[in-house]
């Protein structure tokens, strides 16, 4: 079966600072992953995914992931935060392109001036 | 291209009584899913579907629960004898044949009283 983890319900960064949102998945087949973006009461925003090729996958906003087949990782990244940056981030992971999505529980991004 | 379409926004209902939730996916779309995301919890997965096809319900509770998606008109969730249990956001998301990209609507606040 598959699962996400996200390690850290809440991140506080100061405006400027590295962000490190960090994502494990566990799939039987090579997975589709994604991280997704959720402002409050609005509906959910993909950031980026990767399905197959490069490793390192570029999205919105700056974010970047890297996908890690032996580690089973699959954390976001940005180098300099934003005050807009601030919401919660959610990692998801199917089995196929057009299969449910499995996330994490989520993490709050704070970001402090 | 107008996005996702979800109504009502909030809704508010009494214990025993029924709520439809309807999802309108952007055009040119032929799947939906619907998630459900509880207090301070990441989305469930619920159910998939395709033009008058229920493709996968595994997420769906066995009981007072239903989607239909049919030729004509938008998705609907609808849940039977609310409990307060089913309070939550409820989100629709669609996504075009083989994409793999899943759009999210704003959500559904469903409020039990």
């Known amino acids: 079966a598959q699962s996400v983890t996200q390690l850290g319900s809440h991140v506080s960064v100061s405006e400027g600072a590295l962000v490190l949102l960090r994502c494990n998945y566990s799939?039987?087949?090579?997975?589709?992953l994604f991280w997704y973006v959720q402002y409050p009461n609005q509906g959910l925003q993909l950031l980026l995914k990767y399905t197959t090729g490069a490793t390192l996958v570029k999205g919105i906003n700056g974010f970047e992931a890297e996908f890690k087949k032996s580690e089973t990782s699959f954390h976001l990244t940005k180098p300099s935060a934003h005050m807009s940056d601030a919401a919660e981030y959610f990692c998801a992971v199917s089995d196929r392109p057009t299969d449910k999505l499995i996330f994490g529980t989520g993490t709050r991004l704070q970001v402090f001036p | 291209n107008a996005g996702v379409m979800q109504n009502p926004r909030h809704l508010v209902r009494r214990r025993g009584q029924e709520a439809r939730l309807r999802c309108s996916p952007m055009k040119g779309h032929s799947h939906v899913y619907w998630y459900r995301q509880l207090p301070e919890e990441g989305l469930k997965f619920m159910v998939y579907l395709q033009k008058e096809n229920i493709i996968d319900e595994s997420g769906m509770p066995k009981e007072r629960f239903s989607a239909e998606f049919p030729k004509e008109g938008p998705s609907i969730l609808r849940i039977q004898q609310v409990v307060r249990g089913d309070s939550a956001a409820y989100f629709c998301?669609?996504?075009?044949?083989?994409?793999?990209?899943?759009?999210f609507g704003p959500g559904t606040r469903l409020t039990v009283t």
């Open positions: 998301a669609s996504s075009q044949r083989d994409s793999g990209e899943q759009y």
């Open positions: 799939s039987s087949v090579p997975p589709y």
